[in-house]
């Protein structure tokens, strides 16, 4: 059973870099042909998309993050992370890991979802 | 980007009652590539619909999509005590992915 664990510091002060990483088990990042993803959720709000990561390295980006975004991938550790640079409160929300439910297709529904993990932007 | 807005923002039935959710895009969702979640308190997103009408794994199937191109609409045939929780409508047509603002389905 593929499952999807986030781990990262829970508060980050305003201007910081938010980092967090995804540890997969149950499933190979490198041997299938799976595209992962980092979506968060405001409090009270709707998710949003942040990127998304092929085991290649081929990241794609929502354009309101992409300036501040990046995500890479360690198939040695089967685990994908973020980096999110210059937080500000806004930047505060649970933090998804997720996986496509296709393969070959960078965009998907989104099938396997970590627990997520909350992230409060503040000093 | 494709602007997704659900309606109505609170829908309050009881038990038994049939759930309508309405998720209108700004623009036409290509190849009718549109996802529902349920979301319980707490809780991760849980994928229920894809391809507008199609069911996931293990979704039982009082729950039904459909639509096409700007308006969606997720189905719910009678609600289960179980049923009662936020649902969320996605596109993955087009990047960047959005999702709705949600709608939240309460007791009566």
């Known amino acids: 059973q593929l499952q999807l664990q986030e781990s990262g510091p829970g508060r980050v002060e305003p201007s910081e870099t938010l980092s967090l990483i995804c540890t997969v088990s149950g499933g190979s990042i490198s041997s299938s042909n799976y595209y992962w993803a980092w979506i968060r959720q405001p409090p009270g709000k709707g998710p949003e998309w942040i990127g998304t990561i092929y085991y290649s390295g081929l990241a794609y980006y929502n354009p309101s993050l992409e300036s501040r975004a990046t995500i890479s991938v360690d198939t040695s550790e089967n685990q994908f992370s973020l980096k999110l640079i210059s937080v500000t409160a806004a930047d505060t929300a649970f933090y998804y890991c997720?996986?496509?439910?296709?393969?070959?297709?960078?965009?998907?529904?989104?099938?396997?979802w970590g627990q997520g993990t909350p992230v409060t932007v503040s000093s | 980007e494709i602007v997704l807005t659900q309606s109505p923002a609170t829908l309050s039935l009881s038990p038994g009652e049939r759930a309508t959710l309405s998720c209108r895009a700004s623009q036409s969702v290509s190849n009718r590539y549109l996802a529902w979640y349920q979301q319980k308190p707490g809780q991760t997103p849980r994928l229920l619909i894809f391809?507008?009408?199609s069911r996931a794994t293990g979704i039982p199937d009082r729950f039904s999509g459909s639509g096409s191109e700007t308006d969606f609409t997720l189905t719910i045939g009678r609600l289960e005590p179980e049923d009662f929780a936020v649902y969320y409508c996605?596109?993955?047509?087009?990047?960047?992915?959005?999702f709705g603002g949600g709608t939240k389905v309460e007791i009566k």
């Open positions: 996605q596109q993955y047509g087009r990047s960047p992915l959005t």
């Open positions: 997720t996986r496509g439910m296709w393969e070959l297709r960078p965009f998907s529904p989104f099938e396997y």
């Open positions: 391809g507008a009408s």
